[in-house]
């Protein structure tokens, strides 16, 4: 079924233009937006004005844009949602302005000031029959048709109903959905919000456990510290013993020696002495040559005595112990710091406990 096409206004009736009205309603003055409209970030709209109103009552302290002072912004709550709204320096003058809501008030006030006749009197003509008008619907095929059609065209088998009742049907159908279409965009930005919190505190949790699993590892990292000072120290202690002991030798050795060639160089001045006689008296000389030569000195050290393998670490077990760390589902990081804390009290405990029982047995025996 085709028709001539006229002109059929954006805004066909006066509900239509009362539920419009009612959607352009500022929540703080009761009547219609006042241009500049500004939109929150929580997608309500405002009059600047109001929104400055709020903001003003909220933050009595912020000085005015006029003034001199620099002011560092502050907060209100949207009077639709109590959305907390965060403004900076600029106070309410830093909100976006809301184009489309602005564009809409402006065709909304044309469309108010239209007569209402000049709107009926466009109408869709059939273009089967050019004088009849378009007034019924016909249900089987779904379009818009003339009373003529019906009774001798091409819809005369077909179901039809009154233009107006279909047209009224249809309009209540798309504003539900408009409505359905707004109250989901609602559901879906309260669900963003809500994953934008997850989102937050997800990082939060993450920069928690960071901070703790850095400190775990610091820890381990603190005890190995001391547990290799540790060694090294009784390593140093070794070492030391056995250097005195060996430079105690070497001097012992170095004495011997240097008395023994003073001796030997006695003994030779002597033999080179010419006159029987007084070689004779030298027999004292030969006496200490003879004890010098039976001294017998402090043993050497075993062999051996220079190596320090026993002093090797084995630490293949703990690496391996350290490759098995992983993370514990379940266990929150105070619950972990209490449990360290136990242990530590209870490894202090420990050692003092086997100090003391020591000291009784030493004092026993």
């Not at 419009?20 to 219609?32: A, R, S, T």
């Not at 109590?82 to 909304?108: K, M, S």
């Not at 490894?347 to 025996?365: I, K």
Request: hydrophobic letters at 30%.
């Amino acid at each position: 079924m085709n028709f001539t096409v006229g002109f059929k206004p954006l805004l066909g009736d006066a509900h239509s233009m009362d539920n419009l009205e009612k959607q352009l309603i500022c929540p703080i003055c009761l009547e219609m937006f006042s241009k500049p409209v500004v939109i929150l970030p929580c997608q309500h709209n405002l009059c600047r004005k109001c929104a400055n109103d709020v903001f003003q009552a909220s933050n009595p302290l912020w000085q005015s844009r006029s003034s001199t002072t620099v002011s560092s912004g502050g907060r209100f709550r949207c009077p639709s949602c109590r959305h907390e709204v965060v403004l900076d320096r600029h106070g309410v003058y830093g909100l976006q302005r809301n184009l489309l809501v602005e564009n809409i008030i402006d065709i909304y006030k044309q469309e108010s000031s239209r007569p209402l006749h000049s709107k009926a009197e466009q109408h869709l003509m059939c273009e089967e029959h050019e004088d009849e008008k378009i007034n019924i619907y016909c249900l089987s095929c779904e379009v818009p048709t003339c009373s003529l059609c019906k009774v001798f065209g091409a819809h005369k088998d077909c179901e039809v109903a009154p233009l107006p009742t279909i047209y009224k049907r249809q309009k209540s159908e798309l504003s539900d959905g408009i409505a359905m279409l707004v109250a989901g965009n609602d559901r879906v930005q309260a669900v963003i919000t809500q994953m934008e919190e997850v989102c937050q505190t997800i990082e939060e949790n993450s920069r928690r456990q960071k901070q703790l699993l850095n400190q775990r590892f610091e820890g381990l990292c603190a005890v190995l510290e001391e547990r290799k000072g540790e060694l090294l120290q009784a390593l140093a202690r070794e070492q030391e013993e056995k250097l005195q002991r060996v430079r105690g030798l070497i001097r012992q050795y170095g004495d011997h020696l240097e008395a023994s060639s003073k001796l030997v160089e006695s003994a030779i001045q002597s033999m080179e002495e010419p006159q029987m006689a007084l070689y004779l008296q030298a027999k004292e000389l030969i006496n200490k040559v003879g004890t010098m030569s039976k001294v017998e000195l402090a043993g050497r050290p075993e062999p051996g005595y220079e190596r320090m393998d026993q002093f090797t670490v084995s630490v293949e077990h703990v690496a391996e112990m350290l490759r098995t760390i992983d993370f514990q589902p379940g266990t929150s990081g105070e619950e972990e710091d209490e449990e360290v804390a136990v242990e530590g009290e209870e490894g202090n405990a420990g050692p003092e406990e086997e100090r003391t029982d020591g000291r009784e047995s030493t004092g026993q025996h």
